[in-house]
């Protein structure tokens, strides 16, 4: 059993709050005290691990009365789903965002644990050389392809 760290932490309190609510909508500097951190450290959170390509959308107001707005991105099916990833993969995309889209798909339960590791080692840089963002994203246009039984 591995020991969580404190972002770990945080990105579950948040992720078990929007399984209750569907959005969350929090202070910076009051969730920083209860966890007894500084708030850049909730953004670090927040940034790292509720990105777009992870299926959150977040809103951000900063100042006295500022918050931070979370929410999970909810598709219409998963050929929307499929779509909407499609559409927004470029011409290269960075190893983390291909590392996000995998998550997600395991999170959606369309990708076992063991394919998505298996994908992710045969997408690093390592592997993939000097051109390894342009690969990745025609990698990934595709895996969605291919995933997407309706066709993209």
Do not use: W
């Not at 770990?8 to 969730?31: F, M, N, P, W």
């Not at 889209?101 to 298996?118: A, P, S, Y």
């Not at 992710?120 to 840089?125: M, N, P, R």
């Not at 051109?131 to 995933?147: F, G, S, T, V």
Request: charged share 30%; hydrophobic share 40%; aromatic share 8%.
């Amino acid at each position: 059993m591995s020991a969580k760290n404190t972002s770990d932490s945080i990105e579950e309190y948040i992720k078990s709050i929007l399984a209750q609510a569907g959005i969350v909508e929090l202070k910076r500097s009051e969730l920083a005290d209860v966890f007894q951190v500084v708030p850049s450290q909730i953004n670090y959170v927040i940034k790292t691990r509720f990105t777009e390509s992870r299926g959150y959308i977040v809103e951000s107001k900063r100042g006295g009365g500022g918050y931070i707005r979370i929410g999970k991105i909810e598709f219409s099916d998963r050929h929307q789903m499929f779509c909407d990833l499609f559409d927004n993969v470029g011409e290269r995309i960075s190893q983390q965002i291909f590392t996000d889209v995998i998550q997600l798909l395991f999170d959606e339960k369309i990708m076992t644990e063991r394919e998505g590791n298996l994908l992710l080692a045969t997408a690093s840089d390592l592997v993939l050389g000097n051109d390894a963002p342009a690969i990745r994203a025609r990698m990934l246009k595709k895996i969605l392809q291919q995933l997407d039984r309706k066709g993209i």
